[in-house]
């Protein structure tokens, strides 16, 4: 039994939940520019969700407090910056997003676009390797694209801080924070990714039928001819030490991890992994029984 006269992990679980960002019916650069389409429409249209672990929810928060940290750490060096710009008025219809920060750099004249991100200490190795993920390059060239809109003078690249959460068991690992550059991808070919899945979204919101309020919505309601195709499954090469071989694996998108909807709109979480071939040595490919149809996609490295 408790000493305190209140539940305080139910105090925390609702007022995180409280806190979360309400329904506006806009797409976010955050969360909607890649990964499941289907999970964008079942988002902004406002459907049904199961309830958060509180696991995730405190992770959540733990990055947003690193963001009000860092911002409140500039600030008090006197460092020049915008920070939270709302990028809603510049960004495609139907878009919206707030960008971590804009730092004057006084001897390019420019400001840099800045992106707080936390990562596992065990996927700093990968982003060392190949920089910034994809889907942060996507959401920050948005932001860019737009900031450039508004007339202000930028730095030509983009910069995402990477601070990891955690050290790793491995002794000759160091990890550290990473700071990943890049060029914005080009505003025509992004714009049109952002266009065609605000009109997928908009077509499906369109297809939810409207009911009053003695009428409440049930979750079959939000299953329609509209609704994409739960995100299909990716293939993955993975090294097999005891056979010396590369397997090729069928495995969850990323999103699937995160599917915040009951399975009844969207099962993805349910999705396993299946393995459907493997590499031998020399690099050539060999189906898994009853898996001939499936042609692989992705080779071992070099």
Known sequence: MSLLPL??????????????RENDNLMHASSHITGSLRHAQLDVAGAPKVQSELLSEIVLMTGTMWHEWLHGALRRLGVPYMAEV?????????????????????????????DFKTAKGEGMRYIARDGAKEEHKLQTSAYWHAARKMGLP?????????????????????????LADFEPYPARQLHATMKARRAR???????????GTDEPMVVSDWVTDALEGVQP????????RASGTYELKMIPHWSAAYC????ELCDCSMQGTTKIGFYDIDGTYYPRKNYEQILPEVEPPS
């Open 201 to 211: 979204v908009e077509e499906y919101m369109s297809s939810v039928p409207l009911k």
């Open 233 to 240: 499954r990716e293939q993955r090469v993975y090294y097999d």
């Open 154 to 178: 930028l730095a030509k690249a983009i910069t995402v801080f990477y601070l990891p959460k955690n050290d790793t068991r491995s002794k000759d690992e160091l990890i550290e924070p990473i």
């Open 260 to 263: 915040p909807f009951p399975v």
């Open 86 to 114: 709302n990028m809603n008025p510049w960004l495609p219809p139907g878009w919206g997003g707030t960008l971590d920060a804009l730092v004057w750099n006084p001897e390019i004249k420019a400001f840099v676009l800045v």
């Open 7 to 20: 539940d305080l992990t139910e105090v925390v679980h609702s007022e995180l939940q409280r806190e979360r």
